[in-house]
């Protein structure tokens, strides 16, 4: 449970600004690379590497460097964690507990395999 | 789209921490008082209100005083907007651009409107 929440934390902090959520929604369309990505924002690269770097520890994206050019990739599954924690809230507010149970134990069982 | 877009950050920087997500979990429940809901948490009073006065500012939730009170509820209609969100993402993803930009025009249009 604790790495779930760990990992919501870097997730909603990382869709917390909207240059990265700009980033999220130009990776959706496809890979691009940083310098690509960087051109419509007013910003020094160093900022920009900034965000980058705090959407890739959220796991939202990934990054590869091939030569000199860093490509990232949107990392969808990601985006799911996101889903299932508003899925829960959801269960909560229609009194679905027992299916708020489930998510729980499921969460944990992930978890105890890992 | 400013405005959205401020919302956005509200919310998400709100949801990145555990202890507001626990709040808004016990909330989905039902109001509770300001007492009550700090019980769970081996916090000082003025942290958890810190979080609490957060979560207000992101209109996750509200909060009103009777008496001695403050009573907080959840404000559930607020989360839509990071449905819409994750909604524009997963248009993007299938290249549904057409229902993007509707999403869009909207956004605009009910800011035009304010």
Redesign the interface.
């Known amino acids: 449970m604790e790495q779930y ?1 760990e990992q ?2 870097g997730i ?2 990382a ?4 240059t990265r ?1 700009a980033v ?2 130009r990776l ?2 496809g890979p691009a690379s940083i310098s690509d990505l960087a051109k419509p924002f007013d910003m020094a690269l160093p900022s920009f590497m900034k965000h980058i770097h705090l959407l890739e520890d959220s796991g939202l994206i990934r990054t590869a460097k091939q030569g000199r050019v860093r490509t990232c990739v ?1 990392e ?1 599954k990601q ?1 799911a964690a ?2 299932t ?2 899925d ?2 959801r269960a ?2 229609e009194g679905r507990t027992d299916r708020l149970e489930k998510f729980v134990t499921a969460i944990q069982e992930q978890e105890d395999i890992k």
Chains 1, 2 share one sequence.
């Not at 869709?15 to 909207?18: G, I, R, V």
């Open positions: 929440q919501l934390n909603f902090h869709l917390a600004d909207p959520r999220i929604g959706g369309k949107i969808k985006f996101v889903e924690w508003l829960a809230q909560i507010w």
